[in-house]
Every structure is written in structure tokens, then in C-alpha cells.
């Protein structure tokens, strides 16, 4: 049973990592289409804001990226220690969780403030509805790939 547990844990760790190394590749599996087909599609942007939103979007992704394989390595953090899971642990893992996700929100906040001074205010909350709703796709995605903490612990007493 104890060998089964591993393998489960190793499982999700596994699917979760394959799903969150390319938050696009995730994007695309819900909706069919590439992010940036989707972001040009809402966004309809025009020459000149196309060109001067550009760079603005390439650094949040780049940003976006940097902060997505540091959830991938806390989201990794759990699966390697989930069956003997400590406060101290569970603790550090929540603290890191946390976090980042406060990082995410900061990035929000500092892309909006760029972009509304090139596309107007509209357009940026646009962009940043659009990029909320798709760091919450994909972490629905990825909280139904984790187990709740001791979830497996209760399968091992059956």
C-alpha cells in the first residue's frame, strides 16, 4: 500500500509538473487556441498601441514565467514531502504558496499601471481580466491534480 501512496505522489507530481512548466501549453489545452491568439483576439489592439503593448507584454511574460517555475518548484516541494508532511513544512510550503501568489498580484498591479499609460486604462484592465482569468484557469487545473493535505493518508487506512 505504502509503494502505491509513492506512486500516486509521484503521479501528480509528475502530471503537475508537465502541466505547469508551460502555462501556455495549459491555455491551449482548455481552450484550443494559443495565448497570444486569444490575447489579440480579445485585445484587438491597432498600430500604434499593437507595437507599444508588445514589449510591455513580452516582459510580463517573461516576469509571469519566472514566477510560474517558482510555483512548479513549491507545487514539487509538496509532492516530494506530502507523505510525511510536518508543520514546519506544511508551514514553509503555505508561506511560499502565499507568496508567490502576492507576487502574481504585484505583477498585475505594475503591468496595468504600464500598459494603461500606452492603450488606456480600458484596454489594460482588459488585458489583466483576461490574464486573471487564466492564472485561475490554470490553477483550477492544478488544485485538482494535488491532493488535500493527509487526503491520502485516509485511502491508507481503509
Do not use: H, W
Not at 486569444?38 to 500604434?48: R, S, W, Y
Not at 502565499?98 to 503591468?111: Q, S, V
Amino acid at each position: 500500500m505504502k509503494k502505491l501512496l509513492l506512486l500516486l505522489v509521484f503521479a501528480f507530481s509528475y502530471t503537475l509538473s508537465a502541466q505547469t512548466q508551460d502555462d501556455i501549453t495549459v491555455i491551449q489545452n482548455l481552450y484550443g487556441q494559443s495565448k497570444a491568439e486569444i490575447i489579440n483576439e480579445v485585445m484587438q489592439l491597432t498600430e500604434p498601441k499593437l507595437s507599444l503593448f508588445d514589449k510591455i507584454y513580452k516582459d510580463y511574460e517573461t516576469e509571469r514565467t519566472n514566477l510560474g517555475v517558482k510555483k512548479l518548484q513549491i507545487i514539487e516541494n509538496y509532492g516530494a514531502n506530502y507523505l510525511q508532511l510536518t508543520d514546519e513544512k506544511a508551514d514553509e510550503l503555505a508561506t511560499a504558496a502565499l507568496k508567490n501568489n502576492l507576487e502574481y498580484e504585484k505583477l498585475y498591479t505594475k503591468t496595468y499601471k504600464k500598459a494603461k499609460k500606452v492603450i488606456g486604462a480600458k484596454d489594460a484592465a482588459k488585458f489583466i481580466q483576461l490574464e486573471v482569468y487564466f492564472q485561475t484557469a490554470i490553477r483550477a487545473e492544478i488544485q485538482d491534480a494535488i491532493p488535500f493535505i493527509d487526503e491520502l493518508d485516509k485511502t491508507r487506512k481503509i
